[in-house]
């Protein structure tokens, strides 16, 4: 029998602490979603059957034993590839990893399960974390639930498909330049990217240290903030973790922001974007202000630089995290002839094991490193990149949240940026917040129709660096305004359908 209909996470979290539903059918909801679906998503790498049901029937004996239940007991979780998992495999979507197992879980997945979550899966993903369509997974691409013809997203692409087909109630992604707000708007739901150092990287395979975060996808903005609370605080085992307890965002969220002030930088609406995408953030700033909220306008001249700032910085780091995989102490080897030597081991085994799109990073990373160019691009990037923080910690200063586009467009079609300088242009309104450090959430904001079917659209809202009560409740404030324009359109399928 199917599972009633629940409003988000939340809502299904309470009725399975009172009993009302079994974590055991929201399991079984889960693969039942996944044994329809997935064959033409392919939001997964591997599932968990057995031993998710399992999890799910010793929530619903403590339960019946009269046990306190934790927050997220018996929902279900996807998890993206790129988090170590003690449990399956963790391969990042890349030959490279393809048949690795991870000694021990990720300190993110640690506390979810310990928090009750149930995991459903590994997700697919660009590989390593590099892309934004969710085309670049060895094992084939991921498609969009709204539109298979269409991409879902990347590089969290498996964690947005999972959510927005109702295979999970809740997925974790990582977010390095918009790896889990730009799925989530493609794929109509809420992607939270937390301040850098918010929660631990442990177990989150490096991309770009100084900008990678592990971070929530949910049907909800209140569902977010509880996965954020059960996921955030100090782990000693990152050291880049801030010294700041566990938050409680859950418990606030749904108090709205007394004289909100929402500024919309100029630089966002611009003529390139998609017309709904900008009537998506007019329509919000409406909403804000007829909710009591001033909406100023913001000027951030810098917000072009970010991509060619970020595409310096993200393949730097990730030329040096990569290094590591070399064919000598885990994942894939290259097979030598007799006589070959150490050279051709390393060139074969990485020639072999990575991708096309992770192999134009390495090069890009190697050479901006090298001597004499390191000046030239890496250095000036980290100046820039100093430029933007303050930039947006002056905007920061009148306002309390900045609003605007999750991405210029709606979810495109497969191989519509086949070209790699088209693909990276779609993250240019999400690349900042990773620069600087500091917080966002894209939320569904309303569709476009292209060929008959919707297309959800996503908005994004920034706070500054630790502000992440500020941001989760001016979304919420938003995302209960525009629920009427995000009801689930005839037809369509939308997150927990
Ligand atoms: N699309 C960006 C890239 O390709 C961001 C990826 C991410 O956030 N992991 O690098």
Redesign the pocket.
Known sequence: MALPAHEDMTALRDAVASGAVSAEAVCAEAFRAVRARDGAIHAFHETFEERAMERARAVDRDRAAGRPLPPLAGMTVAVKDNLATSFGHTTCSSRMLGTYRSPFDATAVERLERAGAVVVGKTN??EF????SGEHCRWGPVANPWDTSRVPG???AGSAAALAAGMCQASIG???????R?PAAFCGVVGLKPTYGRISRWGLVA??SS??QVGPMARSVRDAALLHDAMSGVDPRDSTVADRPPTQLAASVERPIEGLRVGVPRQYLSDANDPEVNAAVAAAEDAFRAMGATVLPVDLPLTDVGIST??VI??AE?SSNLARYDGIRYGHRATLAPGEDLATLYARTRAEGFGP?VQR?IMLGTYMLSSGYYDAYYKRALQVRRLIKEELDRAFASCDVLLGPTTPTPAFRFGANADPLA??L??VY??NT?IAGICGVSLPAGYAVRDGRHLPIGVQLQANAFEEDRLVRAARMLERALAPRTARPEGAVTAGA
């Not at 990582?174 to 889990?180: F, L």
């Open positions: 993903m660009d974390a590099m892309g934004s990347g590089s969290s990582s977010d390095t330049g918009g790896s889990i730009q991309f770009g900008l990678d970020y595409y993200a393949p990730a799109e990073r693909m990276y779609c993250d999400t690349v990773n």
